[in-house]
């Protein structure tokens, strides 16, 4: 195998440093030195529209700068304002962003909904929502699981009944993300209650505003307020916005489609942190909070973490070698999103052993917080790393039937 760039993507890589270098706001560069507690949620698209008076400034000079050579959305095709990149140009956009720290549009609707219109909207549908979501004048949020269908998700029963050239939805999702701050929706709905559970499920996208809607926060336990309840009671959504065919909406949500999955940045972000924390309590403020032998403790936990850490940065190069052949990853995304979920979960509690009491420190602005809180804070959010996008249980199971051909049930 060979890790090194073809003359191509050197020079395309060199290109994204120099963009970077060149564009990347200094609001963006100071929260990058500082290193603080990054959460569950942000990007640019939040800044521009909740940030504060120089976030906004410094999202809309970035969003900007993205815009104009269709960076925003990498993975769409130029037509539609993207990059028309290759899986391969992807990867090495997504790995020098994330060692530069700088700030790409994650979120629902770039993300998620973007390319699925790409692939089931129509003409109208396109042009109506994927400019605004480009610009992020649309903040999209996902309505797909609920109180009774999480992993389970095809159990769902939030009914959308069909009057005339509306549906009327009622019913309750759960852990929707960013609810409280975007102004559109999309979820899946069931639209025939007869049919077998996959089957009449209708894929729908909505106004937040519509009269019916409403959204309750969900506090995490790190006090953080990232997802939602959402309610309906007799909300009324245009039958324009049914995205693909009414009742084969599971088809619509479950698309995967060929947008970067290697998760590179994952594996450079946990690799960052790492560097971080050895030179912290090695020769950075850190040495004196592991003076009682906390680093003597875990270093071969930190240096076994190290490793683990290569072996996720090299097995994304597997998941985008198969990209660039034309191979749409199935088992081995699976694999990825597992591996790097339970890993964050280890290092941060290596960390946090290693600092000991120091880590009962939560604010990152306490003297005594261990490199800012970062690990402790992580700590708490990366509980919910190894249930979100799938639980590790159901990553396991498509491993073992479809990576390693063992029999169900």
Same mark, same amino acid.
């Given at each position: ?28 560069r100071?929260?990058a ?5 990054? =959460? &569950? ?6 800044? *521009? %529209? +909740? !940030?504060?008076? #120089? ?25 539609y ?27 629902? =609707? &770039?993300?998620l909904?973007?390319?699925?219109? *790409? %692939? +089931? !909207?129509?003409? #109208? ?24 269908a ?5 159990s ?21 993300s ?11 709905f069931?639209?025939?209650? #007869? ?15 519509t ?13 953080e ?33 060929d ?27 850190g ?19 190290y ?10 190069f597997?998941?985008?070698s ?52 970062l ?35």
């Open positions: 195998m060979d890790w090194g760039d073809t003359p191509e993507q050197g020079q395309f890589r060199q290109q994204v440093r120099e963009f970077i270098h060149s564009n990347l706001p200094d609001y963006y100071r929260k030195a500082e290193k603080r507690p990054h =959460g &569950l949620e942000g990007d640019w698209q939040e800044d *521009l %529209v +909740h !940030g504060s008076d #120089e976030a906004k400034a410094a999202a809309k000079e970035w969003a900007a700068a993205l815009n104009d050579r269709g960076w925003a959305a990498p993975h769409w095709p130029t037509q304002g993207g990059g028309g990149m290759s899986p391969m140009e992807q990867f090495i956009y997504n790995a020098e962003m994330a060692e530069a720290n700088a700030p790409i549009v994650g979120g629902q =609707g &770039l993300s909904l973007g390319p699925t219109l *790409l %692939v +089931h !909207g129509t003409e #109208e549908q396109r042009q109506r929502f994927l400019a605004p979501t480009l610009r992020g004048e649309i903040l999209w949020a996902q309505g797909f699981s609920e109180p009774g999480g992993s389970d998700l095809a769902l029963q939030t009914r959308a009944t069909r009057d005339g050239d509306e549906y009327i939805v009622n019913g309750q999702k759960m852990w929707t960013t609810a409280h701050k975007s102004n559109w929706l999309f979820g899946m069931r639209t025939d209650p #007869e049919a077998p559970k996959h089957r009449g499920i209708s894929f729908l996208v909505m106004d937040m505003t009269p019916g809607l409403s959204v309750r926060p969900i506090i995490s336990m790190g006090w307020h990232a997802t939602n309840e959402t309610f309906y009671e007799d909300v009324r959504v245009p039958r324009a916005n049914l995205v693909g065919e009414e009742n084969r909406g599971w088809y619509v949500g479950v698309t995967l489609l947008f970067e999955r290697s998760n590179i940045a994952g594996a450079v972000q946990t690799r960052r942190e790492l560097d971080d924390l050895i030179a912290n309590v090695t020769s950075g403020p040495k004196e909070q592991v003076q009682h032998g906390g680093v003597q403790r875990e270093r071969h936990a930190i240096a076994e973490h490793i683990e850490s290569e072996v996720m940065f090299n097995y994304s597997r998941i985008i198969m990209q660039a052949r034309g191979i749409v990853p199935n088992y081995e995304a699976s694999t990825s999103k597992m591996y790097h979920s339970e890993l964050v979960q280890r290092v941060s509690r290596t960390a946090i052993k290693a600092y000991g009491l120091y880590s009962n420190v939560w604010d990152p602005d306490e003297k005594w917080a261990a490199q800012k809180g690990f402790t804070q992580s700590n708490v959010h990366s509980v919910v790393g190894t249930i979100a996008g799938g639980s590790s249980e159901i990553q396991r199971n498509i491993i073992a039937t479809r990576g390693l051909g063992l029999p169900r049930g």
